[in-house]
């Protein structure tokens, strides 16, 4: 046994990060008795709290009230005069309502008796950690860094701005370009579309959104067109140039667009840099991710990982999930005997409209099951009947045929993930299409649809 083994530890769990998964992780391992300790360098609560899920949940509320005000008319409603969009109010509330949900976090640590360090974490060896001047001593040392954008090289690059600074862009872009085919690059396009920027979005493949369901690809394609975005497909940014007025975007097939901002939603790396993990030896994937068990114990054990440095589903719900699974393996008395279930993990894109998907694609479904049965709707909700929108709903259930289980869910519509949570826990359950059959519907919604479709669409 070494010295540093025969010594007690400052603190038995070293949390790295104060995002959603360490901030979890690190509350839960005190209620179970544990010393812990968090660093943060940056903002607590993450990347979701600050520049992901929850400023841009906030920004496409505001996007869909452009839709409403023009909907409201077929209903009776008149404005006295036509709405007008203050980008700097919405974008100062969001600094005050992200404000209020750091200062919650740092009530929950203070509240859990976990202690924060303010400062960029790195690890000496398999059980010290400095932070600035300070080295502190723990049993484990949990790296919950998460993710951070990343930004391809091409001329012009760092004039173009990533998902952490468009929430905050000084003046709101007239005309604003998207590079990039992921739920991030399809959101921001939908969101500045709907705000009243003239959108354009580039992705170098034939459709966006690669490993969702191809039939909502489709039909979240059509929509978004019918909405305004300017959809550019199997092309790409050869340079941008600071012109007279904006940007001047070249693209790979030659043509030439003027925008006023450029955000580059082209992916997210592991934010291992400066760690120390390389030196230690730690263990990585092709894609530069933390390689873990089960345990979510790295290849030096005393080092764990989770979250988005793990190469998992990108998703908060998930880093959650994970840091209350790592907890009871390494810091509770009846540690879980199966590793975490990944399966049918819920998921929602907050583009307009919504798509809300559980389980399996019916690609997937296919290869996995060969036989199959797809039951699908496309409709125009009823509230349009009125409103004169063109905008319709794509309802979809994917059905293993031998064993009718609906084995994926999924929708494109109004409060689509609203929608598909609850639909989520009969799919977790493995309930049967017929089980679907015999729920009753509530009418009059779109949501019945899903328990009101009887005949396949094709198998």
């Given at each position: 046994?070494?010295?540093?083994?025969?010594?007690?530890?400052?603190?038995?769990?070293?949390?790295?990060?104060?995002?959603?998964?360490?901030?979890?992780?690190?509350?839960?391992?005190?209620?179970?008795?544990?010393?812990?300790?968090?660093?943060?360098?940056?903002?607590?609560?993450?990347?979701?709290?600050?520049?992901?899920?929850?400023?841009?949940?906030?920004?496409?509320?505001?996007?869909?009230?452009?839709?409403?005000?023009?909907?409201?008319?077929?209903?009776?409603?008149?404005?006295?005069?036509?709405?007008?969009?203050?980008?700097?109010?919405?974008?100062?509330?969001?600094?005050?309502?992200?404000?209020?949900?750091?200062?919650?976090?740092?009530?929950?640590?203070?509240?859990?008796?976990?202690?924060?360090?303010?400062?960029?974490?790195?690890?000496?060896?398999?059980?010290?950690?400095?932070?600035?001047?300070?080295?502190?001593?723990?049993?484990?040392?949990?790296?919950?860094?998460?993710?951070?954008?990343?930004?391809?090289?091409?001329?012009?690059?760092?004039?173009?701005?990533?998902?952490?600074?468009?929430?905050?862009?000084?003046?709101?872009?007239?005309?604003?370009?998207?590079?990039?085919?992921?739920?991030?690059?399809?959101?921001?396009?939908?969101?500045?579309?709907?705000?009243?920027?003239?959108?354009?979005?580039?992705?170098?493949?034939?459709?966006?959104?690669?490993?969702?369901?191809?039939?909502?690809?489709?039909?979240?394609?059509?929509?978004?067109?019918?909405?305004?975005?300017?959809?550019?497909?199997?092309?790409?940014?050869?340079?941008?140039?600071?012109?007279e007025g904006g940007l001047a975007v070249t693209l790979t097939d030659g043509e030439i667009l003027e925008v006023d901002a450029v955000l580059a939603a082209t992916g997210r790396r592991p934010h291992l840099e400066g760690l120390g993990l390389d030196t230690l030896g730690v263990a990585l994937d092709d894609g530069g991710y933390i390689k873990v068990n089960e345990r979510f114990e790295s290849s030096l054990p005393s080092v764990l990982a989770l979250g988005d440095v793990t190469g998992g589903p990108e998703l908060t719900p998930v880093a959650l999930a994970e840091a209350m699974h790592l907890v009871r393996c390494h810091f509770e008395d009846t540690p879980p005997t199966t590793p975490l279930n990944y399966a049918n993990i819920p998921t929602a894109?907050?583009?307009?409209?919504?798509?809300?998907?559980?389980?399996?694609?019916?690609?997937?479904?296919?290869?996995?099951?060969?036989?199959?049965?797809?039951?699908?709707?496309?409709?125009?909700?009823?509230?349009?009947?009125?409103?004169?929108?063109?905008?319709?709903?794509?309802?979809?259930?994917?059905?293993?045929?031998?064993?009718?289980?609906?084995?994926?869910?999924?929708?494109?519509?109004?409060?689509?993930?609203?929608?598909?949570?609850?639909?989520?826990?009969?799919?977790?359950?493995?309930?049967?299409?017929?089980?679907?059959?015999?729920?009753?519907?509530?009418?009059?919604?779109?949501?019945?649809?899903?328990?009101?479709?009887?005949?396949?669409?094709?198998?």
């Amino acid at each position: 046994m070494s010295d540093l083994e025969s010594t007690t530890y400052d603190w038995d769990l070293f949390v790295i990060g104060a995002g959603s998964g360490g901030v979890r992780a690190a509350r839960t391992a005190a209620a179970a008795g544990a010393r812990v300790a968090v660093a943060e360098e940056r903002y607590l609560g993450g990347t979701c709290v600050n520049v992901g899920c929850v400023p841009k949940k906030l920004y496409s509320y505001a996007a869909h009230f452009h839709d409403a005000f023009e909907d409201a008319e077929g209903f009776g409603w008149r404005l006295a005069e036509a709405p007008s969009f203050d980008w700097p109010t919405l974008r100062d509330n969001k600094v005050g309502e992200i404000k209020r949900l750091n200062g919650i976090y740092a009530r929950l640590l203070d509240g859990a008796g976990v202690r924060l360090i303010n400062g960029r974490a790195r690890v000496l060896d398999a059980h010290r950690v400095a932070v600035g001047d300070e080295v502190h001593s723990a049993e484990k040392i949990l790296v919950a860094v998460g993710g951070w954008p990343w930004v391809p090289e091409f001329p012009g690059s760092e004039l173009a701005v990533s998902s952490n600074e468009v929430f905050d862009l000084e003046s709101f872009p007239e005309r604003f370009l998207v590079l990039g085919g992921g739920y991030i690059a399809v959101e921001f396009a939908s969101i500045f579309n709907g705000l009243g920027s003239d959108t354009h979005l580039i992705y170098r493949g034939e459709l966006f959104l690669r490993g969702f369901d191809h039939e909502v690809r489709e039909f979240t394609r059509d929509q978004m067109r019918q909405k305004g975005v300017q959809l550019h497909f199997e092309t790409n940014i050869e340079r941008i140039d600071k012109v007279e007025g904006g940007l001047a975007v070249t693209l790979t097939d030659g043509e030439i667009l003027e925008v006023d901002a450029v955000l580059a939603a082209t992916g997210r790396r592991p934010h291992l840099e400066g760690l120390g993990l390389d030196t230690l030896g730690v263990a990585l994937d092709d894609g530069g991710y933390i390689k873990v068990n089960e345990r979510f114990e790295s290849s030096l054990p005393s080092v764990l990982a989770l979250g988005d440095v793990t190469g998992g589903p990108e998703l908060t719900p998930v880093a959650l999930a994970e840091a209350m699974h790592l907890v009871r393996c390494h810091f509770e008395d009846t540690p879980p005997t199966t590793p975490l279930n990944y399966a049918n993990i819920p998921t929602a894109v907050f583009c307009h409209p919504n798509i809300g998907t559980v389980g399996l694609s019916e690609e997937e479904a296919r290869e996995q099951f060969g036989e199959i049965r797809v039951y699908s709707a496309d409709f125009r909700p009823m509230k349009h009947t009125l409103s004169g929108s063109a905008e319709r709903c794509l309802m979809k259930l994917i059905v293993a045929d031998a064993s009718d289980v609906v084995v994926g869910a999924h929708m494109v519509g109004e409060e689509a993930g609203e929608v598909i949570q609850g639909i989520a826990i009969a799919v977790k359950a493995g309930l049967t299409k017929a089980d679907f059959d015999t729920t009753v519907g509530i009418h009059p919604t779109g949501a019945e649809e899903f328990v009101t479709m009887r005949t396949p669409t094709r198998r």
